[in-house]
């Protein structure tokens, strides 16, 4: 059965300072994969997406994600971290044929200390 | 172009009570989709529709109703509604193989 696991539930850092947010997947084959994000009280909004080519995939709002298919993962960075960027962060995963049915994992929480 | 709206933003039903979320999109999306979102437990696929007069079931169909007469519009039924389904409901569109877009929310309590 397909899984995506995020396995920081919490992370908090300085402005200013970098950040990665793990992601990995269990799939039968390489999945269409996703970050989103949403901040309190607001709807989803896409960061980036994987479909296919260049395994780093660059997004909006200086966020940039890898690929490895070695290590079934899509780890989400970004270099210098905003206030703003507080929020939750789904990494989320889509079969490539058929319907667009997506499996998030469980979020991880960003918290952003002055 | 509204994207996907939802309404209402926010119900609170006593047990046992039903209601129909709604959604609607104006991208004339094919595919259309409900999740609810729980804390702990990240977004899970309620019903989906990959066009009018076509839906499925997702991983939490249990307790819901779909149905899509046209294109634009995608309610979501509880018929008899439980405190298990308090929650946060997303619905959300997109074209077949393409990015989603979400709607606002409906955050529904069931007392």
């Known amino acids: 059965a397909q899984s995506v696991t995020q396995p920081d539930i919490h992370i908090t850092v300085s402005e200013g300072a970098s950040l990665e947010l793990r992601c990995n997947y269990s799939?039968?084959?390489?999945?269409?994969l996703f970050w989103y994000v949403q901040s309190p009280g607001q709807c989803l909004q896409l960061l980036l997406k994987?479909?296919?080519?260049?395994?780093l995939v660059q997004g909006i709002k200086g966020f940039e994600a890898e690929f490895k298919r070695s290590q079934s993962s899509f780890n989400l960075r970004k270099p210098s971290v905003h206030w703003s960027d507080a929020a939750e962060y789904f990494c989320?995963?889509?079969?490539?044929?058929?319907?667009?049915?997506?499996?998030f994992g469980t979020g991880t929480r960003l918290t952003v200390i002055p | 172009n509204a994207g996907v709206t939802q309404t209402p933003k926010f119900q609170v039903l006593k047990t046992g009570q039903s209601m129909t979320l709604q959604c609607a999109q104006d991208?004339?999306?094919?595919?259309m989709s409900w999740y609810r979102q729980d804390p702990g437990m990240g977004l899970r696929l309620i019903h989906y529709?990959?066009?009018?007069?076509?839906?499925d079931q997702g991983e939490v169909p249990n307790g819901y109703n779909v149905s899509r007469s046209t294109t634009e519009d995608f309610p979501l039924r509880l018929l008899s509604a439980a405190p298990s389904q308090t929650s946060v409901y997303f619905c959300?569109?997109?074209?077949?193989?393409?990015?989603?877009?979400f709607g606002p929310g409906t955050r529904l309590l069931v007392l």
């Open positions: 959300a569109s997109s074209e077949l193989g393409e990015t989603q877009y």
């Open positions: 799939y039968g084959a390489t999945p269409y």
């Open positions: 994987y479909f296919s080519g260049d395994t």
């Open positions: 989320a995963v889509a079969e490539r044929s058929g319907a667009n049915n997506l499996f």
């Open positions: 991208m004339n999306h094919e595919y």
């Open positions: 529709s990959v066009g009018a007069g076509i839906t």
